[in-house]
């Protein structure tokens, strides 16, 4: 079965400054992936999904941005970090039609 | 109007009590449904999928009604550990566009 890794697992950063959150799959091939927030108190928002290497598709404009570079590696990244930018961030990947999620990511902008 | 609507809550119920969930979408092109359990702080896990002709798993029931577009969770016996937040989630699109309701959180009152 699959396994999904998010790395860190907490993170506090300064407004301003860049982010990199990383998320890697193991027991599937050719996964689609997605990046979703959840902000305090609030539901699931879809940030970005990709059905592939180097394909990302982003939901809602925002200063964050996605990469695939491998086919089990999916990365967020901000160049400049907002408040708003604070919540939980959850990787996860699809198969069939179910979702799975990763541990996340708690992150609190400063 | 959200894709995916649902109360928020909290249901405060005794241990032992039935409780029920609805959970509204407004896309009639959704395929798939599924209920997810969320703990606090934790990433949502798969509780079950949902089927037009019903499914059981213990004391959990899932319905789909494809006409009036609502699908509901019914929790029998219900347990101090089922105390938790409950998302549903529609899947639809050439993507597999999944899009989560902000859920309905359920505490279980000894």
């Known amino acids: 079965s699959q396994t999904i890794h998010q790395w860190p697992a907490t993170l506090v950063q300064p407004v301003g400054s860049p982010l990199s959150l990383e998320c890697t799959v193991e027991?599937?091939?050719?996964?689609?992936l997605y990046w979703y927030r959840q902000a305090a108190g609030r539901g699931l928002q879809l940030l970005f999904y990709s059905v592939g290497i180097g394909q990302i598709s982003s939901e809602v404009p925002q200063n964050l941005s996605a990469s695939r570079p491998q086919d089990r590696q999916f990365i967020l990244s901000s160049k400049k970090l907002l408040l708003s930018d604070s919540g939980f961030y959850l990787c996860?990947?699809?198969?069939?039609?179910?979702?799975?999620f990763g541990p996340g990511t708690r992150l609190t902008v400063l | 109007r959200k894709e995916v609507e649902q109360d928020p809550g909290p249901f405060n119920v005794p241990e032992g009590a039935t409780v029920a969930f609805n959970c509204t979408y407004s896309n009639s092109a959704s395929q798939s449904f599924f209920w997810y359990r969320q703990d606090c702080r934790k990433e949502p896990k798969l509780l079950m999928s949902?089927?037009?002709s019903g499914n059981e798993d213990g004391r959990f029931t899932a319905q789909l009604n494809r006409a009036s577009q609502y699908i509901s969770l019914l929790i029998r016996d219900s347990k101090l550990s089922d105390s938790a937040t409950y998302l549903c989630?529609?899947?639809?699109?050439?993507?597999?566009?999944?899009?989560f309701g902000t859920g309905t959180k359920l505490q279980v009152i000894p």
């Open positions: 989630v529609g899947v639809s699109g050439g993507y597999q566009k999944v899009t």
């Open positions: 996860a990947l699809k198969e069939r039609s179910e979702q799975f």
């Open positions: 027991g599937t091939s050719n996964p689609n």
């Open positions: 949902v089927y037009s």
